[in-house]
């Protein structure tokens, strides 16, 4: 009896152990399917779901959040180590504190490329098409032919502004269109056959005027907000297009306006605004060569299996003491 109750002790005292060496992540947003898959990745590791209003208490003795994040928070979580957001952009999450933390912050930029390049190619050839036109006359079964004058993109420019995760697929579905595509980035970005070249950002006023149309795909920090100002929009090309699927902090709206006012511009597809969402009155409701969508680019059939596949990626990488993938620079906010 002694001895079984001497192995029990044993057994429970080395779950015990094994409890308290595993990880613990925190997860938002998740499905409890979801988390379920992600606590077979790797057995070192413990996802444990939690609905926002537990976070402060749940997130106490935890290693990484899935999520969100904020100073409260990071406060209540003295053991964090790693946080992983569910979207591309950042700035709504760096703070002071995480900056000054040890915390790594990952995010999701590359996986939402795809269905964002595939948005921003979509809204530009609607204009260049004339669908904006033609397809809202559907319900009165009209069929006039006349007076379309179609932009072909066989042989025009593109300007990307942001060559990362979101802007190099625009380049590349870009280049395929037969474009030749310019990109904007501080980094240095290797050779690319759909990439004419690369500007640093200080050069943007350079391309600007060769631009047929110009794509905004870059993330929101405190250099590129604004960047795309009133000199910028006089500088682009007359009849050229305006393609913003990031931020609407990164152009300024008032500007917009005035380049679609005075013709300078053919159109702009707008998946981003500021403010957001766009209210009622404002003066880009009014032009019908302004396509405006509300901050959907980023939805896909396929973005929860690629999100799964990168999170499962950085579990078993966290758990073996690993570099993560798609590691936020916190002092350049992307």
């Not at 979801?34 to 997130?59: F, I, K, Q, Y």
Request: glycine share 8%.
């Amino acid at each position: 009896m002694r001895l079984h109750f001497v192995l029990c002790l044993a057994g429970l005292v080395t779950t015990a152990v094994a409890a308290a060496q595993q990880k613990k992540i925190v997860a938002v947003g998740l499905s409890p399917a979801a988390v379920e898959e992600l606590n077979t990745v790797a057995p070192g590791v413990r996802v444990v779901r939690v609905e926002s209003d537990r976070l402060p208490s749940e997130v106490a003795d935890a290693d990484a959040l899935f999520g969100t994040v904020n100073p409260r928070l990071i406060q209540a979580g003295k053991k964090l180590k790693w946080v992983q957001t569910y979207s591309a952009g950042v700035e709504s999450y760096i703070s002071p504190e995480l900056q000054n933390s040890g915390i790594v912050l990952t995010n999701a930029k590359i996986i939402q490329g795809p269905q964002i390049a595939d948005h921003a190619m979509a809204l530009l050839l609607a204009l260049t098409r004339d669908l904006y036109l033609t397809i809202p006359r559907r319900p009165s079964q009209e069929w006039p032919r006349g007076g379309h004058r179609p932009v072909e993109l066989n042989g025009k420019t593109a300007v990307v502004i942001g060559a990362g995760g979101i802007g190099m697929q625009i380049a590349q579905r870009a280049s395929a269109f037969g474009m030749e595509v310019i990109g904007v980035d501080p980094k240095d970005i290797s050779y690319t056959s759909f990439l004419k070249e690369v500007v640093p950002p200080d050069r943007l006023d350079t391309v600007l005027p060769k631009a047929d149309v110009v794509f905004v795909s870059a993330p929101l920090t405190a250099k590129s907000e604004g960047m795309m100002g009133p000199k910028q929009f006089e500088l682009m090309k007359k009849g050229s297009y305006f393609i913003a699927v990031s931020r609407g902090r990164l152009y300024d709206s008032a500007a917009l306006v005035k380049a679609l006012d005075s013709r300078q511009l053919a159109g702009a597809g707008l998946d981003v605004t500021n403010p957001e969402p766009l209210p009622k009155g404002h003066p880009l409701w009014n032009f019908e060569n302004v396509l405006i969508t509300p901050h959907i680019a980023g939805q896909s059939d396929r973005i929860g299996e690629r999100r799964m596949a990168l999170l499962k990626e950085n579990i078993r990488r966290f758990a073996k003491g690993e570099t993560l993938i798609n590691i936020v620079d916190k002092a350049e906010g992307y």
